[in-house]
């Protein structure tokens, strides 16, 4: 069991500046970028769910871009597995995180809402939830009525509340996090270990974030990757972390337009040097993790820049009523893009759907017969 406090110590910074250099620098120059390119919101999405399949990566698991756009689309060719819905959970965070105010996750009520321990529910959301919930509630109820004294009948119950909030998570719907009671006190010892004390080890990160106040942002955001590694502060939460980070450098306007593809950094590291034994080297690959991501974010942008100009080649001389602007944007908002995903967005027929993608030019990605999907080049 962890008893010792997380120790910051003496930084050597003739070793950290430079990499703290190169680093901002990198990272502010994307989000000067960002801030008036016209394929932001496309990027941003991108790299959610690029973001999404690195963070599985890291701990070993392979998560296929295509089958969690298709997952995160309700369009999947085949029964999920527990990898994807953990990259499509790691999906939602980032996007509730960059949906918030910038100070939001760092907040009281967004670190608790994300660490599963409540936190107060987004007003944008509220009204849709109330409504959501008030129908949910009405239906259990009626269920509850039928088979009062039938345990049976109350077991299809529970399950009914448990079919109902999972159908809001999955719409999008903002939905707060189990009581303390069930969630934390009565998890099962064969999943958590029950010594593991999360409080502990939360608290003891927050301090190392309060600790770190006066120092640049792009190194105390180094520190606290660090830290939350070092702590291991959430049992299954690992990739948590660096979204936090992320949140703190959009939070102190270093990446103000978007958030961080940390996780995408960091598959680019060593794993012996994101796990060295000594603490200013594992401090010197954050640092470069947070290089290769802004890096990585530039290229990517300068590649949806040159996709956009070529397909908007395609559109002059269009009518107005044309879908095929639509589709300029929805293909440079996800990494890959089916007929059926198509269909619902842009609300047109199968064929038509194949019409507009013939016209644009997209690349089949796949190279199946039964299951197709398309994408820039």
Same mark, same amino acid.
């Given at each position: ?14 070793? !950290?500046?430079?990499?703290? *250099?190169?680093?901002?620098?990198? +990272? &502010? #120059?994307?989000?000067?970028? %960002?801030?008036?390119?016209? @394929? ?111 345990? !049976?009948?109350?077991?299809? *119950?529970?399950?009914?509340?448990? +079919? &109902? #909030?999972?159908?809001?998570? %999955?719409?999008?719907?903002? @939905? ?116 290769? *991501? ?84």
């Amino acid at each position: 069991m962890k008893t010792m406090a997380y120790d910051i110590g003496l930084l050597f910074l003739e070793t !950290l500046i430079g990499s703290v *250099a190169r680093s901002t620098e990198a +990272l &502010a #120059r994307l989000d000067e970028r %960002l801030a008036r390119s016209p @394929v932001r919101e496309g990027f941003v999405e991108r790299q959610h769910f690029a973001d999404a399949a690195a963070a599985l990566w890291l701990e070993g698991e392979l998560v296929h871009l295509e089958d969690l756009v298709l997952h995160d689309a309700h369009m999947d060719v085949r029964t999920p597995t527990h990898e994807l819905t953990r990259a499509h959970a790691v999906l939602r965070a980032r996007r509730r995180i960059f949906s918030q105010k910038p100070d939001w996750a760092l907040g009281r009520d967004g670190f608790l809402a994300l660490t599963g321990r409540g936190g107060a529910m987004p007003a944008a959301g509220q009204k849709k939830r109330e409504g959501e919930e008030a129908g949910a509630s009405s239906v259990e109820a009626d269920v509850r009525d039928d088979a009062e004294g039938d345990l !049976l009948a109350e077991e299809f *119950a529970e399950i009914d509340a448990v +079919l &109902a #909030r999972s159908s809001r998570i %999955l719409n999008g719907a903002n @939905v707060p996090a189990r009581k303390e009671e069930t969630s934390l006190r009565d998890r099962p010892d064969l999943i958590y270990d029950l010594d593991w004390n999360e409080e502990e080890r939360l608290a003891e990160w927050q301090a190392v974030l309060a600790e770190t106040r006066e120092l640049p942002a792009v190194l105390r955001a180094a520190i606290l990757l660090e830290a939350w590694s070092d702590i291991e502060v959430l049992q299954h939460g690992i990739w948590l972390g660096p979204l936090l980070a992320a949140a703190l450098l959009r939070q102190e306007g270093v990446a103000a337009h978007h958030l961080a593809g940390l996780h995408i950094g960091a598959k680019n590291i060593p794993r012996e040097r994101r796990r060295a034994l000594n603490r200013s080297d594992r401090l010197l690959a954050s640092l470069d993790a947070i290089h290769e *991501a802004a890096l990585v974010g530039l290229k990517e942008h300068d590649r949806l820049l040159m996709a956009k100009s070529q397909m908007e080649r395609r559109l002059k001389q269009r009518r107005t009523s044309s879908k095929l602007a639509d589709l300029v944007e929805f293909v440079l908002s996800r990494p890959i893009v089916s007929t059926g995903m198509i269909q619902e967005v842009l609300k047109v027929s199968k064929q038509g759907a194949l019409n507009l993608i013939g016209e644009l030019g997209l690349r089949e990605m796949t190279g199946r017969g039964r299951f197709r999907a398309w994408g820039i080049v």
